[in-house]
T-cell receptor
Framework: KQEVTQIPAALSVPEGENLVLNCSFT??????LQWFRQDPGKGLTSLLL?????REQTSGRLNASLDKSSGRSTLYIAASQPGDSATYLC???????????????FGSGTQLTVLP | EPEVTQTPSHQVTQMGQEVILRCVPI?????FYWYRQILGQKVEFLVS????????KSEIFDDQFSVERPDGSNFTLKIRSTKLEDSAMYFC????????????FGNGTRLTVT
């Protein structure tokens, strides 16, 4: 069974600190990996998508990396702000035989609190 | 920026009743999905829909569930006879035609079965 694990489950940091969120997956045959942000009671906001052929993607203060050989992805947040407080989820899309396979497998998330 | 919209935001129903959750995907997207998240648990895949038919479904998506695209804009999830364990946040998502297109999620419908 494909598993996605996120460590730590919760993280609290002071404003301005750089931080790294971790995501690991058991099956390295992935098509892509997507990072999401979830605010309490809200939906999922797509942050970054890394294709299997890529090693990293950047958007503003966010940088996501992918190492398929070790089954790991990291989300780096630079100069954290209180507005970054949310739950961050990673999800993998498997490299299935079917071109239409779109079933994402999610991790349980890291709940981030940035203290002012 | 276009977004996925879901209605209602919160639905309360009694066990055994039928519910229909509604979604309007992003207009030029081709793939549509339902996911759910039971409180405190992971987001789980239910079903994907393409070209007016189900392309994938999970073990959760049993005969009590059905999806429909009744017109060119709406995408619905129907639960025929709700159970207590169906209580969850249900998310609709859509994506473009390319397989590497990111999924865009709506804000969800919180379903409470009493």
């Amino acid at each position: 069974k494909q598993e996605v694990t996120q460590i730590p489950a919760a993280l609290s940091v002071p404003e301005g600190e750089n931080l790294v969120l971790n995501c690991s997956f058991t099956d390295s045959a992935i098509y892509n990996l997507q990072w999401f942000r979830q605010d309490p009671g809200k939906g999922l906001t797509s942050l970054l998508l890394i294709q299997s052929s890529q090693r990293e993607q950047t958007s503003g203060r966010l940088n996501a990396s992918l190492d398929k050989s070790s089954g790991r992805s990291t989300l780096y947040i630079a100069a954290s702000q209180p507005g970054d407080s949310a739950t961050y989820l990673c999800a993998r899309l498997p490299f299935g035989a079917s071109g239409s396979a779109r079933q994402l497998t999610f991790g349980s998330g890291t709940q981030l609190t940035v203290l002012p | 920026e276009p977004e996925v919209t879901q209605t209602p935001s919160h639905q309360v129903t009694q066990m055994g009743q039928e519910v229909i959750l509604r979604c309007v995907p992003i207009s030029n997207h081709l793939y549509f999905y339902w996911y759910r998240q039971i409180l405190g648990q992971k987001v789980e895949f239910l079903v994907s829909f393409y070209n007016n038919e189900i392309s994938e479904k999970s073990e959760i998506f049993d005969d009590q569930f059905s999806v429909e695209r009744p017109d060119g804009s709406n995408f619905t999830l129907k639960i025929r006879s709700t159970k207590l364990e169906d209580s969850a946040m249900y998310f609709c998502a859509s994506s473009g035609g390319v397989r590497n297109s990111p999924l865009h999620f709506g804000n969800g419908t919180r379903l409470t079965v009493t």
